[in-house]
């Protein structure tokens, strides 16, 4: 499977996507340039954590009117696997291709430390090897991570099983119903706090966070095995 | 002429910050405040020669669409007079 890791100025998660996609899950992996409109020939694109543009103007709103994020829309549409972790998961937000919005959080603290988290649904090509009944350790690492939106389209979001992961036990920043993360209407978009990234190589103290990139891999083979038959 | 455009959490929307604002200007002895929301504030300049109502209506539009985000903020878009 090939990723396709966007780095922004600032992004200061990408070489971890590199290392955990290529060297812990041994996938292809291409850098793509926030200039830049090409996404190549990728299977899925992932959008790193840090600090795209500075965080200027609010996380993630100047990152949204970069070229490579035009396309990023369109292949979205057209039903490409679109990741985005940590700031990523703020960017696809301030996008629009997924609902809520990302707040500083609850405690005002910057919060870097593993936690648990449920995966809320395996009902999707981000979690069909999780299991939901078991919590997976993965780190978090953010300042403004307390999930926001209304309470219909909270209810919405339950109601068409689109919560990704859920806190599990102590809800770190605050986010309403403890989401850690959420899919899009098409289930081919996941935003998520937690760095599954960091969480691929047992080395680091846990893989957990490689079930989800196992699970897009699952996901984009069955799509060339559909597209070859 | 110049327009100022303010930015703020909605109120049904926590604001951590101003909350800790308020704790702090409350435990300084100002216990007649009873809450603060913290917000940002945009001053633009425009250019001389601009009309009233296209500098109004194409404001209105950025302050929805880039300058706040309506799932979590109102806005308020003054247009100054020149001086």
């Known amino acids: ?229 | 002429m110049r327009a100022i455009i303010q930015v703020a959490f909605k109120k049904t929307v926590l604001d951590p910050q101003g909350r800790a604002i308020t704790q702090a200007l409350q435990s300084h002895g100002h216990e007649e405040i009873l809450g603060v929301r913290q917000g940002k504030f945009f001053e633009i300049d425009l250019a001389p020669g601009t009309s009233r109502e296209t500098a109004r209506s194409n404001l209105e539009r950025l302050a929805a669409e880039v300058l706040s985000n309506p799932v979590i903020e109102d806005y308020e878009v003054t247009v100054l007079e020149p001086s």
């Open chain 1, 1 to 229: 499977m090939k990723f396709g890791v966007v780095i922004f100025p600032g992004s200061n998660c990408d070489h971890d996507a590199v290392y955990a996609l290529s060297g812990n899950l041994g996938q292809s992996v291409t850098e793509i340039w926030h200039e830049s409109e090409d996404l190549g020939d990728v299977d899925a694109v992932f959008l790193p954590g840090g600090f795209s543009y500075g965080d200027y103007l609010r996380c993630g709103a100047i990152a949204r009117f970069s070229p490579v994020i035009r396309s990023v829309r369109n292949f979205a549409r057209m039903g490409g696997l679109v990741i985005g972790v940590c700031n990523g998961f703020q960017i696809l937000c301030e996008t629009g291709l997924l609902e809520g919005a990302l707040i500083r959080n609850r405690g005002l603290r910057f919060i870097c430390r593993t936690v648990d988290v449920v995966p809320g649904t395996s009902n999707s090509p981000f979690t069909s090897n999780c299991r939901t009944d078991r919590p997976l350790r993965i780190p978090i690492a953010h300042g403004e991570g307390c999930y926001i939106a209304d309470d219909a389209t909270l209810d919405r979001l339950e109601a068409e099983d689109r919560i990704a992961f859920r806190y599990h036990g102590e809800n770190p920043n605050g986010s309403r119903r403890e989401i850690a993360g959420v899919l899009g209407v098409g289930r081919n978009v996941l935003g998520m706090m937690p760095h599954p990234e960091r969480a691929c190589d047992p080395a680091v103290g846990s893989s957990d966070g490689s079930a989800v990139f196992h699970s897009m891999i699952a996901a984009a083979e069955a799509a060339r095995a559909l597209h070859a038959a």
